[in-house]
C-alpha cells in the first residue's frame, strides 16, 4: 500500500509540475489519481497472472512424470511460455505507461 501511495503522489507532482500542462487545463489531480490507480491495478493483476503461469509450468512437470507423452508436455510448454511472454510484455508496457 506504501508503494501505491509514493508512486500516485510522485505521478500527482509530475502532473502539477509538468510545464506541457496548462493551469487551466481539463486535468484535474484526481482524475490522474484515478487513472495511475487503475494502472497500478492492472499491473497487480498481470503479476498476480504470471504467478499462477509459473505454477502451472511446475504443474506440466508433474503431468509428464504421471505418464504423459513427452511430446504432449512440450507443446503445452511452448504455449504457455508463450503466454508468459505476453504478460510480460503487457506488465512491462503498463509500467511504462505509468
Do not use: C, F, W
Not at 502532473?15 to 497500478?40: F, H, M, R, W
Not at 508433474?62 to 511472454?85: I, P, Q, W
Request: net charge positive; charged share 30%.
Amino acid at each position: 500500500m506504501l508503494k501505491k501511495n509514493v508512486i500516485l503522489g510522485l505521478l500527482l507532482l509530475a502532473t502539477v509540475a509538468s510545464p506541457s500542462i496548462e493551469k487551466n487545463s481539463l486535468i484535474s489531480p484526481q482524475y490522474v489519481i484515478a487513472i495511475a490507480e487503475d494502472g497500478i491495478d492492472k499491473v497487480q493483476l498481470i503479476m498476480k497472472k504470471l504467478r499462477a503461469s509459473m505454477a502451472s509450468m511446475k504443474d506440466l512437470d508433474e503431468l509428464e512424470k504421471a505418464g504423459m507423452s513427452k511430446k504432449n508436455v512440450d507443446r503445452m510448454r511452448r504455449a504457455m511460455t508463450h503466454k508468459t511472454d505476453q504478460m510480460i510484455n503487457e506488465a512491462v508496457d503498463l509500467i511504462h505507461a505509468l
